[in-house]
């Protein structure tokens, strides 16, 4: 008898001949070669929906919102305010109050740093964050140490790149007021238990914030189910133009922050001895703001929902099951970060050909990947390493592409003799 | 575009086998040079001698262009006054950024870095050791940086 296979379950295909078309920039030539591009952790490629979602806003609804009675003001407050409802919908936030229209992911941290621990933290109260974090996640928070005194912990990494469970607990205590981490490392793809890790965090009574940059893109993120007290995503890591994110706050906490920044759009009067803020979300967008971005980051998040994001996750994976794979078979590479639960993040080194040099020989190929510390220079310190090579894959990368970075890779080994 | 052009055998051979690689005894002068793109890190410690650099020696972990660069420049200023190394700096420089100027008969094997300006990204590594050398003949304390 035949097995009865059920493809219920299967996570839908994805038709990446499709999608490449949907990236005009994907038919470039590099040097003369097709570009192969395995960057997207650093920043994706923009879609055609969102180009021309950005386009028709410009060309037909821009005026200043919030501010005018005349037609083009109220269509570009629409459109603005609809893309917050979009995104509030994408992570299943409660209200759009709490969602907070940002530069990027650095600046929903930098938010969050100044205006909730600032005023909160005294000597002897800790923040915890782990030691796979991004810059943008370390800094923030040694700037609010220093202002008040508060001192920074480090949940250790293993050496396959993972932050131990264990370890995370052991470095909380009552004195731990805040945890910040990354939902996925940057540098090595390492995907980290959050839910677990905020359970643990808020038993102890600490707030916490997700570095959720490189998860968004490639999964589905539901604050409310996580748990989430704060959580930071950028729009250029997921289809949609630079200088546009999101900082998703619990209603409850945003509502007794102070705001960050004055200006106009944050206030409900304003008079030369009290001014009175406006409510949420508008307590923490003062000026004008990115408002073709948040149009270009609605229509980023309706592409993904309707390639399916699951459909993009499990294609992802596939490209790193077969990167990972191939890149284990040579033997002057060695793959740095090597968790058990991982984003398509494949970072790497070459024996005897220093990252940069890499770098430089895979762009002659037409093979773009980022090389350096990946602004995680711990990270880097605790391998031992001055920098390594990282592919990473997106929704429109294919198994052609892990083969040219491989053949790519070979060359490099030529040219070093 | 082509990586031979960049990857010459004299880049290769000085980047396997940097010359005056190590730690310097009696050194009068030192700087430290760092590359934050790519996480180059260079130090140099030369011994003057009068006006004239009787030895200079470097150490430290960078990619293949910057370390034969080092290697080179220490090779070609050992021996050479403040003068000279200031004349030698000029002409590197203009052959690191002046696309098509001729190299200066002068430079010597210095030329095999002549591929490195088709390379805007990577001029930097190649000139790294030479602004930490200008640094330490000012004695200028504080860490050079490409930055």
């Not at chain 1, 609804?61 to 603005?80: E, I, M, Y």
């Not at chain 1, 305010?81 to 979009?86: K, M, V």
């Not at chain 1, 530069?103 to 909730?116: C, F, H, M, P």
């Not at chain 2, 470097?58 to 190394?85: H, N, P, Q, W, Y």
Request: proline share 5%; aromatic share 6%; glycine share 8%.
């Amino acid at each position: 008898m035949a097995a009865n296979i059920s493809l219920e379950n299967a996570p839908p295909l994805l038709d990446v001949q499709a999608v490449r078309r949907d990236f005009p920039i994907l038919a470039t030539t590099v040097h003369g070669r097709p570009l192969t591009y395995l960057d997207s952790a650093a920043s994706s490629q923009r879609a055609l929906p969102v180009l021309r979602a950005v386009e028709h806003y410009e060309r037909h609804a821009h005026a200043n919102v919030h501010r005018g009675v005349h037609a083009l003001s109220q269509a570009a407050t629409a459109a603005f305010e609809g893309a917050r409802e979009r995104v509030r919908r994408f992570i299943n936030a409660a209200t759009v109050k709490e969602i907070i229209f940002v530069r990027g992911t650095t600046e929903g941290i930098n938010l969050v740093a100044q205006s909730y621990a600032r005023p909160r933290l005294r000597p002897g109260d800790e923040i915890l964050i782990t030691g796979l974090e991004h810059h943008a996640n370390i800094v923030p928070w040694q700037m609010v140490c220093e202002q008040t005194g508060a001192s920074l912990r480090v949940a250790a990494i293993n050496r396959r790149g993972e932050v131990p469970f264990e370890e995370f607990q052991r470095q909380l205590s009552p004195r731990t007021r805040l945890a910040a981490f990354a939902h996925v490392s940057n540098a090595l793809g390492t995907v980290l238990p959050v839910k677990r890790m905020i359970e643990a965090a808020h038993a102890h009574g600490a707030v916490v914030l997700i570095d959720g940059a490189q998860a968004v893109p490639h999964s589905r993120v539901d604050v409310r189910a996580l748990g989430a007290d704060f959580y930071t995503f950028s729009g250029h890591k997921m289809y949609a133009p630079t200088g546009i994110g999101v900082l998703y706050g619990r209603e409850e906490l945003l509502a007794a922050m102070p705001p960050w920044q004055g200006g106009g759009d944050m206030i409900l009067t304003v008079s030369f001895e009290k001014t009175t803020y406006n409510e949420l979300p508008a307590k923490f967008e003062a000026g004008t703001p990115n408002i073709s971005g948040a149009v270009g980051l609605a229509a980023a998040m309706d592409y993904l929902e309707g390639l399916g994001i699951e459909a993009v996750a499990a294609h992802e994976q596939r490209l790193l099951e077969l990167a990972t794979g191939e890149l284990a078979r040579m033997p002057q590479i060695e793959l740095v970060g090597t968790a058990a639960h991982k984003a398509a993040v494949l970072s790497f080194t070459m024996k005897g050909v220093h990252a940069h040099d890499l770098g430089t020989i895979l762009d002659a190929d037409g093979v773009a990947v980022r090389t350096g510390h990946h602004c995680a220079m711990p990270v880097m310190t605790f391998f031992g390493l001055p920098a390594t090579a990282r592919a990473s894959f997106a929704c429109y990368n294919t198994e052609e592409d892990v083969e040219r970075l491989v053949r790519a890779l070979a060359r490099a080994r030529e040219v070093f003799g | 575009m082509d990586l031979k052009e960049l990857y010459r055998d004299v880049i290769l051979d000085h980047n396997r086998r940097p010359r005056n690689f190590g730690a310097l005894e009696g050194a009068s002068h030192h700087a430290e040079g760092n590359n934050p793109l790519c996480g180059d890190h260079l130090s140099l410690a030369l011994r003057l001698d009068g006006d004239r650099i009787a030895d200079i020696r470097f150490e430290g972990s960078g990619c293949a262009i910057s370390t034969a660069s080092a290697s080179l420049m220490t090779e070609a200023v050992k021996g050479k006054d403040r003068a000279a190394v200031r004349q030698l700096f000029e002409e590197v420089h203009a052959l690191l950024t002046k696309p098509d100027a001729p190299a200066a008969v002068a430079l010597g094997k210095l030329a095999a870095l002549s591929g490195v300006r088709e390379f805007p990204v990577r001029v930097k590594c190649a000139s790294l050791c030479w602004h930490t050398l200008n640094a330490a003949l000012a004695a200028n304390a504080a860490p050079v940086s490409t930055e």
